[in-house]
């Protein structure tokens, strides 16, 4: 009996032991991949920021040589300042955003180094925060500094404030409509040891499952939402320059209504470590750090001076330029009024205003902008019957192939992606506008339509009908007259050429251009009889005789030798019958 209890026990104890180690081996195996994965990930982080740093390396040399290039170009030709100004506020503008990718990078790696001065902190506040008025006034927002005290000495590291300052007005700025408002107060305690920096705006505001990530690096935000761009650097590198100055950030926002971010920065000696503060140099008030940079405000009045240039009569095209971005918007009329009639509006919504009260013979839009981008501005127009003549180009910064179609789906003729040549620009222009221009100037040499007995208005499909026949009519000659050039005639891309004429006429695009030759081929047979097949067939811009009489007796039902024996019949008949 004891024996068969204590096997009993025994076996237990083995089943216990299988169902532990089971167990622990089922809870290992996750904890194991996870760490796996975590390691994983770790080290691809490690990599890609090793990648980002050589790469802002690399960068940053060739942007120096032309940074110096631009002020050697200063020296030689002084009469392109305004070209001048506007690469070197972009040169600055990269440099900038390279030099926050190296800066995140170090704070990922601890490599951020902190080193305070002595001098009136509220005195650089202010005046740091001046230097991005700029970016307040070219949106039409106000902008109010508040500084109690106005005066107050303390420790701060220069080059650290001034980008968290630059980081929170800037965003600010971004995310705060035209005509909005945006506040900085700065105060301090009543031990003047700390200093409290608030940056509030009455902007779009953030949704509540956003604010969580808001300080992640990488994290998009809003940005397509309110159709401007960023990194996701900004808000993450400026928590860490905040946590490396030993101060505290937070942020309270309510979406729809805006934003406040509230910094608290200690700035007495005794907060710092000895080898963070640097007692031989002083703060400079007067010369805020070089990471704020822009054009002066009346940089667009400047550049909008009718004297410089020539004088265009009034039968030049006019072209609208639709972009948010000023100083691409001012390089790209300064270079087109040269030979158009330029227009100018910085979102869908001022486009269409534009359109309605000028004639214009093409838009030039961009994609991302704020209160109406350029997918739906373009499908505005198209869908308008007063607008749909009009071809639009799309400038947009995306690449992938779905971003190219909805382009085309939206009812865009042409798109061009960002990065762009002026040259190529102009070149998309001339073509859309000249083939439009040539399609105005061929008379209608296409057999008209059947009367109607009671005459009924052009629908639009009735215009592009029109239209289609007369530019085919115009390169009847030409055997090399193909799809893609026939859509660029039309200022339409090939797709949408090739379902409007499926859906209004059963044919492709191929079928209609043979239809309209052939039916000319007959015209010319029965104007002048005595024309050979072959000269016929050349005129109507088939280079194979053979195959345009293959094509015609599939069309006609009869051989063309025959058709024009037929029409010289009838010509002789009717010659030789007496006169009425």
């Known amino acids: 009996m004891y024996i068969c209890s204590m096997s009993l026990i025994f076996e237990n104890y083995k089943i216990l032991l299988l169902i532990g180690f089971v167990s622990l081996l089922l809870i290992m195996i996750p904890i194991g991949r996870w760490l796996y994965l975590r390691s994983v990930r770790l080290r691809n982080r ?38 001048l100004d506007l690469m070197e506020l972009n040169i600055n503008r990269i440099m900038r955003l390279l030099q926050q990718i190296l800066e995140t990078s170090k704070s990922q790696e601890g490599g951020l180094k902190l080193l305070v001065s002595y001098g009136d902190v509220m005195n650089y506040i202010t005046e740091t925060a001046r230097c991005t008025e700029p970016l307040m006034r070219r949106k039409n927002l106000t902008f109010t500094i508040n500084c109690k005290p106005e005066s107050m000495m303390g420790w701060i590291d220069t080059d650290k ?8 007005l800037s965003n600010a700025a971004k995310y705060t409509p035209e005509g909005g408002q945006v506040t900085l107060d700065v105060a301090t305690n009543r031990y003047y040891n700390h200093v409290t920096i608030r940056v509030s705006d009455n902007g779009i505001g953030f949704a509540k499952d956003k604010m969580k990530h808001l300080f992640s690096r990488f994290y998009d935000g809003d940005y397509r939402r309110s159709q401007t761009f960023g990194t996701g650097l900004g808000l993450a590198l400026t928590r860490d320059l905040v946590y490396l100055h030993k101060g505290t950030i937070d942020c309270k926002s309510i979406e729809g209504q805006g934003t406040t971010f509230t910094i608290d920065l200690p700035i007495s000696k005794e907060a710092f470590a000895p080898s963070q503060i640097d007692e031989k140099n002083n703060i400079q008030v007067k010369v805020p750090s070089g990471n704020i940079l822009d054009l002066p405000y009346n940089a667009p009045k400047e550049l909008s001076d009718e004297g410089q240039y020539p004088r265009l009569d009034n039968d030049a095209r006019t072209v609208l330029i639709v972009e948010d971005n000023q100083e691409l918007m001012m390089l790209m009329r300064q270079l087109l009024r040269t030979k158009y009639h330029v227009l100018t509006a910085s979102n869908g919504v001022e486009a269409l205003d534009v359109i309605r009260e000028n004639d214009l013979d093409i838009i030039v839009s961009d994609v991302m902008m704020p209160q109406m981008d350029g997918y739906e501005l373009t499908r505005r127009i198209k869908q308008d019957e007063d607008m749909s003549h009009l071809p639009i180009i799309l400038l947009t910064a995306k690449i992938q192939n779905e971003d ?6 939206a009812g865009a003729d042409d798109y061009i992606t960002k990065p762009f040549s002026i040259k190529n620009l102009t070149l998309h222009i001339d073509n859309i506008v000249e083939n439009r221009e040539r399609i105005r100037r ?49 200022g339409a891309s090939a797709s949408t050429l090739y379902n409007k004429l499926r859906a209004l006429t059963g044919m492709n695009v191929s079928s209609f251009i043979r239809d309209i030759r052939l039916k000319a ?34 069309e006609m039902g009869i051989q063309p030798k025959e058709y024009f024996e037929q029409l010289r019949a009838d010509d002789g008949a009717s010659a030789t019958s007496p006169k009425k």
């Open 161 to 168: 404030l001034d980008k968290i300052i630059f980081n929170l």
């Open 442 to 490: 061929v008379t209608q040499t296409a057999e008209a339509p059947e009367e109607e007995p009671v005459p009924r208005p052009m629908s639009l499909d009735d215009v592009f009908l029109k239209k289609a026949i007369e530019c085919i009519n115009a390169h009847l000659d030409d055997s090399d007259y193909d799809r893609d050039t026939f859509a660029a005639d039309m």
């Open 46 to 83: 490690l990599h890609m920021s090793y990648l980002f740093t050589n790469i802002t390396h690399e960068l940053l040399t060739p942007l120096t040589i032309l940074a110096a290039s631009t002020e050697q170009l200063r020296i030689t030709h002084p009469e392109g300042k305004q070209e």
């Open 404 to 409: 190219q179609q909805e382009a085309l789906t």
């Open 521 to 554: 081929a007959c015209r010319m047979a029965k104007e002048n009889p005595e024309l050979r097949v072959s000269d016929i067939a050349y005129r109507v811009g088939f280079k194979d005789p053979k195959y345009f009489a293959t094509s015609f007796k599939k």
